[in-house]
């Protein structure tokens, strides 16, 4: 009887930006700082199991050229677990790229890296097992070219498919033990895909809000019994240290200060400041709700590791009678000036002064043609 124990995280992405997402510095530190801790917690769990190897079907890097020093870090850090062998399976952003790390780097002697188009294999330098993989190529799940003897060793296949439907999987060996995939999709459990044990892992950081709740890694166990079969078992491991969400919200049900926001919207009451948030207001509101919408936000925002609301309600336009339109033009102008005062962004500010100076036009424009209309009267 054969026995592996293996580990398999999907792509790790460690050099990614957050511009695009708007967060604060220390918000895009701290997801800097939870891709690097996918790698700790990877060496963590492979010392205490322990782990025969460790899989990364997926790119370590999101950009190229990678940084000097986060290179020698990222190596430095899969040299620790050695003499756990690392295989890595690059994207082709990363494996075939003119500027790819893997054509410089001086990889340790525990990691292997499937740079090529082809595919290629490697024995486990102390078990019967042989790893098989390439990098992505113009058809990334066709396995028609991949072949292997019956020579009694346990099989494991891995490549990254990015963007690649799993629909597409083709001529799977129906004896490989076990099939590493790293995809941007949601994680996937292959039974049914591709006839033999296998899984998608997503990136186990997730790094927006297409990426929500929590990601994880696998921990496999493979035997090979004495009548030549198979058996394997998958169990989840959470991965995250951050966690995006999305949550939609009708503004009549916003909870008031005494409430628990919370347990309302469904989040780790324990860990909120793990939580990047985008809460989508829906609904119908009033001239009241505007400034508790405003309470609520101000109230749950430092709770939060990061916080970005969409407001979708409409406003009630039964509530724009002569007697409230005063008090709610004075409402919005008061929340305008609050958020002019605590911007810090240029082009945000830009657009609070234009929209008070549009406010106060259409409040100055009803007032003349109410004044209109009174002159003309007889």
């Not at 986060?70 to 620790?80: G, K, M, P, Y």
Request: hydrophobic share 40%.
């Amino acid at each position: 009887m054969k026995h592996v124990r293996l580990l398999h995280a999907g792509a790790l992405r460690l050099n990614n930006t957050f511009e695009a997402l708007g967060v604060s510095p220390e918000t895009g530190d701290a997801l800097r700082a939870a891709q690097k801790d996918v790698l700790e917690k990877l060496a963590q769990q492979a010392q205490s199991l322990p782990a025969d190897m460790i899989i990364l079907s997926g790119g370590l890097f999101a950009t190229l050229p990678v940084r000097a020093d986060l290179l020698l870090r990222v190596l430095e850090c899969l040299e620790q677990v050695a003499p756990t062998p690392v295989y890595i399976f690059p994207g082709a952003h990363e494996g075939l790229h003119d500027l790819s790390p893997w054509d410089f780097a001086l990889v340790p002697d525990n990691v292997t890296v499937f740079s090529g188009t082809a595919w290629s294999s490697v024995d486990h330098p102390h078990l019967p097992v042989t790893i098989h993989g390439r990098t992505d190529a113009a058809t990334p799940l066709d396995f028609r070219n991949l072949h292997f003897p019956e020579d009694g060793r346990i099989h494991i296949a891995g490549i990254d498919c990015g963007n690649t439907s799993l629909d597409e999987l083709q001529e799977v060996p129906s004896r490989l033990a076990y099939l590493a995939l790293g995809t941007c999709q949601i994680t996937a459990d292959l039974k049914e895909k591709a006839g033999v044990c296998g899984c998608a892992a997503a990136a186990p950081q997730a790094l927006s809000f297409d990426e929500c709740g929590e990601k994880h890694f696998f921990k496999v166990n493979i035997t090979l019994d004495d009548h030549a079969s198979i058996h394997t078992t998958v169990e989840t491991l959470p991965s995250s240290s951050l966690l995006f969400e999305k949550r939609s919200l009708d503004i009549a049900d916003l909870p008031s200060p005494d409430e628990n926001a919370a347990q309302l919207l469904a989040l780790p009451e324990q860990h909120l400041k793990r939580v990047l948030l985008k809460l989508v207001i829906t609904g119908t509101k009033n001239g009241c709700m505007i400034d508790h919408l405003h309470s609520f936000i101000k109230h749950l925002r430092p709770k939060l590791q990061h916080l970005e609301v969409e407001d979708t309600s409409r406003l009630n336009p039964d509530s724009l009678s002569a007697a409230g339109t005063e008090i709610l033009t004075r409402d919005i102008a008061a929340q305008i000036l609050q958020r002019l005062r605590d911007c810090t962004d240029y082009e945000e500010k830009q657009r609070l002064e234009m929209s008070l100076r549009l406010l106060f036009k259409a409040v100055y424009d009803t007032h003349a043609g109410l004044n209109a209309e009174g002159l003309s009267e007889p």
